[in-house]
Nanobody
Framework: QVQLVESGGGLVQAGGSLRLSCAAS????????MAWFRQAPGKERDFVAG????????SYADSVKGRFTISRDNAKNTVYLQMNSLKPEDTAVYYC???????????????WGRGTQVTVSS
């Protein structure tokens, strides 16, 4: 059974930093793209950042460019999201997901974690 488990969320003041982790188990994801999405209350699930299977390509939403960095460690089946200069509008549940290709559309992703809450206070 495929499992994705996110961790690292929490409450932080505006301007602060958090590092999210997503550990995958059940299969080796070294050949798959991984991504982070987020969903705020009453809003759709939006793409945040994605990374290709070997880390050679990354993609970011305009709203997080220059502030967030996605990386992966295939030996650990883990993807990370370093979030700096956090803003109140970054508050959301953050989900990691796995896909055969790097994409910004949620329906392209086959497996999802349960999410981790990130709350940024002003």
């Amino acid at each position: 059974q495929v499992q994705l488990v996110e961790s690292g969320g929490g409450l932080v003041q505006a301007g602060g930093s958090l590092r999210l982790s997503c550990a995958a188990s059940g299969r080796a994801f070294s050949g798959y793209a991984m991504a982070w999405f987020r969903q705020a209350p009453g809003k759709e699930r939006d793409f945040v950042a994605g990374i290709s299977w070997n880390g050679g390509s990354t993609s970011y939403a305009d709203s997080v460019k220059g502030r967030f960095t996605i990386s992966r460690d295939n030996a650990k089946n883990t993807v990370y999201l370093q979030m700096n200069s956090l803003k109140p509008e970054d508050t959301a549940v953050y989900y990691c997901a796995v896909s055969r290709i790097l994409a910004i559309i949620a329906t392209m992703y086959d497996y999802w974690g349960r999410g981790t809450q990130v709350t940024v206070s002003s």
